[in-house]
C-alpha cells in the first residue's frame, strides 16, 4: 500500500499576506541620523614625545625605596566621538637593554570624566617596551565631545636625590611616546 503525503499550508491566504507586509516595512526603514557615523568626523591621529628634560608635566613619588616618575603632555585631544572607540599607544625605546632597564617598571595611564581611567604596562617587545588599549567613553560622554588624559610612569629603585634619579632616566632611557588613534566629534 502507498501512502501519498499532501503538504497542506494551514495559515489562511491573508496571514501569508500579513507576514510579507511586515517584511516589507522592516526592509525599507533607512537608519537614524544617531548612526555612528552621523555623529563622528574624521580618524585623526594625535601623538606626543615626552622627555625627562622639557616642559611636560613631570612629577615624583617615593614610596618603599622605589621612585615614580610620571610624564605627561597636557595638550591631548578634547575633541573625540564617543561613538567609536578610540586606540591609546604607549612606546618607550631604552638606550639598551640589560639588567637596570629590565628593573624598570614601566606603565600607561589613560584617564577620563575625573576619576575614571585604565593602568597598562608596557611590555618588552622587539627593542622596546609598549602598550596598546582600547577604550569606551560613550558612557562618560554621551552627547558631547570626549577628553582624554594620557601619561607615562616610569618606577624603579630611588638613586638618592631628584638628580641622580634623572640622571638614571637619561642613562636608561632613549625616547617615550604616548599616542592615540580616534574619530573627531562632529
Known amino acids: 500500500m502507498k501512502r501519498i503525503f499532501q503538504f497542506r499550508n494551514p495559515a489562511p491566504v491573508h496571514f501569508n499576506f500579513v507576514i510579507l507586509m511586515v517584511a ?62 578610540p586606540i591609546c599607544y604607549w612606546i618607550l625605546e631604552p638606550v639598551n637593554y640589560d639588567e637596570d632597564t629590565a628593573l624598570l617598571l ?20 622587539g627593542m622596546q ?23 607615562m610612569q616610569v618606577t624603579f629603585y630611588d638613586r638618592g636625590s631628584d638628580e641622580l634619579n634623572k640622571a638614571f632616566l637619561n642613562s636608561r632611557i632613549e625616547k617615550m611616546s604616548v599616542e592615540v588613534h580616534y574619530d573627531q566629534h562632529k
Open 106 to 125: 614601566i606603565q600607561g595611564k589613560v584617564y577620563w570624566n575625573g576619576l575614571q581611567g585604565e593602568l597598562v604596562t608596557l611590555d618588552w617587545k
Open 24 to 85: 516589507v516595512l522592516f526592509n525599507s526603514c533607512k537608519p537614524t541620523d544617531d548612526t555612528p557615523d552621523d555623529k563622528c568626523g574624521p580618524q585623526l591621529k594625535w601623538n606626543s614625545t615626552l622627555s625627562i628634560d622639557e616642559d611636560f608635566t613631570t612629577s615624583s613619588i617615593l614610596t618603599g625605596g622605589r621612585v615614580t616618575y610620571f610624564f605627561e603632555d597636557i595638550g591631548t585631544p578634547d575633541d573625540i566621538c564617543s561613538e567609536n572607540h
Open 129 to 151: 617596551y609598549n602598550a596598546v588599549k582600547e577604550i569606551g567613553l560613550k558612557m562618560a560622554y554621551p552627547d558631547k565631545p570626549a577628553w582624554i588624559g594620557m601619561n
